[in-house]
Structure formats: structure tokens, C-alpha cells
């Protein structure tokens, strides 16, 4: 079974800083493409970044360039998510994908497999 645990979220001032992570167990996730998305309450689930799990290549919302970073550890299997210069707008339940191919990976319908989500509240 593939698994994707999620850790990291929390409360956090405007301007402020957190780190997600995301520990992928059950498989090889050599070819994979990882991603983070991120959905509100009555909304679609919003893509925010991705990486390739070999070569490293990454991929950003323009709502998040400049100031989230993606990365991964292959060693622990695990995808990071480095988030500064929060904005409220950024709060959200923010989930870790993963898919076999590069494809379409702005699309969360394309993922096969999902964490369970934490969640990101930036608040004064």
C-alpha cells in the first residue's frame, strides 16, 4: 500500500514561515512526480508546486513563486515544502499527491495517490 503522511501545518502570523512534509512509504517513487495542492472550504483543490522525484526539476503556482520552495530527500522518502512571506490567502488544508509521469501535473485528478491534508492557517 502506498502511503503519504502529511506533517508540519499550523497557525502562523502574516509574513511568517512553516515547513511541510510529506513521507512517502509503500514504493519505489523513483519516477514519481510529487506535488502539493491546496484546498479551501467551497472551493477546487488548488495546485501549488511539484517536483520529479529523480532530477529534481520543480514547478510552481505563480501565486507561490518567489515565496514557497519544494524539495525532496530521497534518502527519507520524503517531499518538503518551505513556505514564506505567508499571506492569509495561503490558508488552507494543504495536501501531498503523487504520480507516475510529469504529465499534466497541475491537474489534481491526475494523482493517484493522497495524504490526508494539513492544515495552514496565517492569521494575526
Known amino acids: 500500500q502506498v502511503q503519504l503522511v502529511e506533517s508540519g501545518g499550523g497557525l502562523v502570523q502574516p509574513g511568517g514561515s512553516l515547513r511541510l512534509s510529506c513521507e512517502a512509504s509503500?514504493?519505489?517513487?523513483?519516477?514519481?512526480?510529487m506535488g502539493w495542492f491546496r484546498q479551501v472550504p467551497g472551493k477546487q483543490r488548488e495546485f501549488v508546486a511539484a517536483?520529479?522525484?529523480?532530477?529534481?526539476?520543480?514547478y510552481y503556482a505563480d501565486s507561490v513563486k518567489g515565496r514557497f520552495t519544494i524539495s525532496r530527500d530521497n534518502a527519507k522518502n520524503t517531499v518538503f515544502l518551505q513556505m514564506n512571506s505567508l499571506k492569509p490567502e495561503d490558508t488552507a488544508i494543504y495536501y501531498c499527491g503523487a504520480k507516475e509521469t510529469v504529465l499534466n501535473y497541475r491537474r489534481g485528478e491526475e494523482y493517484e495517490y493522497w495524504g490526508q491534508g494539513t492544515q495552514v492557517t496565517v492569521s494575526t
Open positions: 517536483i520529479r522525484w529523480t532530477g529534481g526539476s520543480t
Open positions: 509503500g514504493r519505489r517513487f523513483s519516477t514519481y512526480v
